[in-house]
């Protein structure tokens, strides 16, 4: 009995990790949207980790300082910036 419920255990922990991204990325792709592939476990997690330590490292430009902008996400979220320009939607 505890071996069914482990198995269907595992079968739901696929169904919810794996399948359900993969047709959500599926649908994207139909759409035209392209983007990185995700590793099994760790999604993109080491590759935003990265390009957010790439831009900490750049040195801040001043103008950017004075300058206020409404666009937040390229600052927060600069892999989203850095995948909109790799992959498309320029």
Same mark, same amino acid.
């Given at each position: 009995?505890?071996?069914?419920g482990?198995?269907?255990?595992? &079968?739901?922990?696929?169904?919810t990790v794996? &399948?359900k991204?993969?047709?959500?990325?599926r649908?994207?792709?139909?759409?035209? %949207?392209?983007?990185?592939?995700?590793?099994?476990?760790?999604?993109?997690?080491p590759e935003?980790?990265?390009?957010?330590?790439?831009?900490?490292?750049?040195?801040?430009? &001043? &103008?950017?300082?004075?300058?206020?902008a409404?666009?937040?996400?390229?600052?927060?979220?600069?892999?989203?910036?850095?995948?909109?320009?790799?992959?498309? %939607?320029?």
């Amino acid at each position: 009995m505890a071996v069914v419920g482990l198995v269907g255990f595992f &079968l739901h922990l696929y169904s919810t990790v794996w &399948l359900k991204s993969e047709r959500v990325r599926r649908n994207l792709r139909l759409q035209g %949207i392209k983007g990185p592939a995700p590793s099994f476990l760790y999604g993109n997690l080491p590759e935003m980790q990265k390009i957010q330590q790439q831009q900490e490292l750049k040195p801040p430009n &001043l &103008l950017a300082a004075e300058f206020v902008a409404h666009d937040y996400t390229s600052t927060l979220f600069p892999y989203f910036e850095h995948w909109r320009k790799q992959y498309g %939607i320029h």
